[in-house]
């Protein structure tokens, strides 16, 4: 079974398949993120510290091997391949462009879970970047947050909400961004359900939340000077 916090990146675009993948693996205790397209799934891997990603590799905007090659290049996080085309050619390829395993499908998804588990207990750490700005303090992690020393309690939304944000210093995010990267992939992801997590994570990050700058019409940027 995972430890706490084990998070797992999902890059699948079919939503019926997405969907069952997300449940059971939430429901076997890990923190899950779900990308549709090569374009999320390289900003997920890269920069919101996955330690495992789940990779197909027909995606709308490009191919898997793409994503599996600019990881290999960056040291990301291992990744285990999903897919429907399992010839031995494209089995080889995966692996040599680094994949740690191979699941055709169709597939059980407590297969999946165990390989992810097996994987986890020999596969590379995850990094672990800190963003300090104001008294505040990020460990992306270890998945806290303090102000003045003190833990805050942010929902599994607010703090992924918070880690896209702050690993983009004063780059300006829509709202649309954050709602695919950041959000329950099977909940509400308009613009208000954006907003309504970004006040309660101001709210809780009391005068530190002000790095939280609103970009009208667009979305939000961090942007630590704003506190003063």
Request: aromatic letters at 6%; charged letters at 25%.
């Given at each position: 079974?995972?430890v706490?916090g084990?998070r797992?990146?999902v890059?699948?675009?079919?939503t019926h398949?997405?969907?069952?993948i997300?449940?059971?693996l939430r429901?076997a205790?890990f923190?899950?993120?779900?990308?549709?397209?090569a374009a999320a799934a390289?900003?997920?891997a890269i920069h919101d510290?996955?330690?495992?990603v789940v990779?197909?590799?027909m995606?709308?905007?490009?191919?898997?091997?793409?994503?599996?090659?600019?990881?290999?290049e960056?040291?990301?996080?291992?990744?285990?391949?999903?897919?429907?085309?399992?010839?031995?050619?494209?089995?080889?390829?995966?692996?040599?462009l680094g994949?740690?395993?191979f699941?055709p499908?169709p597939?059980f998804?407590?297969?999946?879970?165990?390989?992810?588990d097996a994987?986890?207990r020999?596969?590379?750490?995850?990094?672990?970047?800190r963003v300090?700005w104001?008294?505040?303090?990020l460990d992306?992690g270890?998945?806290?947050?303090?102000?003045?020393?003190?833990t805050?309690?942010?929902?599994?939304?607010?703090?992924?909400?918070?880690?896209?944000l702050?690993?983009?210093?004063?780059?300006?995010v829509?709202r649309?961004v954050l709602a695919?990267v950041a959000?329950?992939p099977?909940g509400?992801?308009?613009a208000?359900t954006?907003?309504s997590?970004?006040a309660r994570l101001?709210?809780?990050l009391?005068?530190a939340?002000a790095?939280?700058?609103?970009v009208w019409?667009i979305?939000y940027?961090?942007?630590?000077?704003?506190c003063?």
């Amino acid at each position: 079974m995972p430890v706490d916090g084990t998070r797992v990146l999902v890059v699948e675009d079919d939503t019926h398949v997405a969907a069952g993948i997300v449940e059971g693996l939430r429901e076997a205790g890990f923190h899950v993120h779900l990308a549709a397209t090569a374009a999320a799934a390289l900003r997920g891997a890269i920069h919101d510290g996955p330690h495992i990603v789940v990779l197909d590799l027909m995606l709308p905007d490009g191919h898997g091997f793409d994503v599996l090659r600019t990881l290999g290049e960056r040291a990301g996080p291992p990744v285990i391949v999903l897919t429907a085309q399992s010839e031995l050619d494209e089995r080889v390829e995966a692996f040599k462009l680094g994949a740690v395993d191979f699941v055709p499908k169709p597939f059980f998804v407590r297969e999946l879970i165990a390989r992810i588990d097996a994987r986890l207990r020999t596969g590379r750490s995850a990094p672990t970047p800190r963003v300090l700005w104001a008294d505040a303090e990020l460990d992306i992690g270890a998945r806290l947050v303090t102000v003045s020393g003190k833990t805050v309690t942010l929902t599994e939304y607010e703090h992924d909400l918070l880690v896209y944000l702050a690993t983009r210093a004063r780059r300006a995010v829509s709202r649309a961004v954050l709602a695919d990267v950041a959000l329950d992939p099977l909940g509400e992801r308009d613009a208000r359900t954006v907003d309504s997590h970004v006040a309660r994570l101001r709210r809780k990050l009391g005068a530190a939340g002000a790095a939280i700058v609103t970009v009208w019409g667009i979305g939000y940027r961090f942007d630590p000077g704003a506190c003063g």
